[in-house]
């Protein structure tokens, strides 16, 4: 069974800075795409940052420059630095990863339990 397990979240002032992180484990054969999502109260669930295997990274526009995504393939982890963090951050951040578990099969989506970030003076 799959499981990507998210820690980091918690409750920041604004300027300030958080680290996600996200590790993956279980009968995994390849991992391709890793991502965030996040999800605010009342709004749909939206692309934060994602990377590939190969470390090409994409960026929602409203976090470039304050957010770094990282990986370490050999470790199953995904990282999701944030700085200069701003009350619109706040959300429930999910961890995603497009994996296969055998060949042959998939890949298909995993999705994280979430974890909160606010940001709040």
């Known amino acids: 069974q799959v499981q990507l397990v998210e820690s980091g979240g918690g409750l920041v002032q604004p300027g300030g800075s958080l680290r996600l992180s996200c590790a993956a484990s279980g009968s995994i054969f390849s991992i391709y795409d890793m991502g965030w999502y996040r999800q605010a109260p009342g709004k749909q669930r939206e692309l934060v940052a994602n990377?590939?295997?190969?470390?090409?990274?994409n960026y929602a526009d409203s976090v470039k420059g304050r957010f770094t995504i990282s990986r370490d393939n050999a470790k199953r982890t995904v990282n999701l630095q944030m700085n200069s963090l701003k009350p619109e951050d706040t959300a429930v951040y999910y961890c995603n990863a497009a994996l296969r578990i055998r060949i042959g099969a998939g890949p298909y989506e995993y999705w994280g339990q979430g974890t909160q970030v606010t940001v709040s003076s």
């Open positions: 990377i590939t295997s190969r470390g090409t990274t």
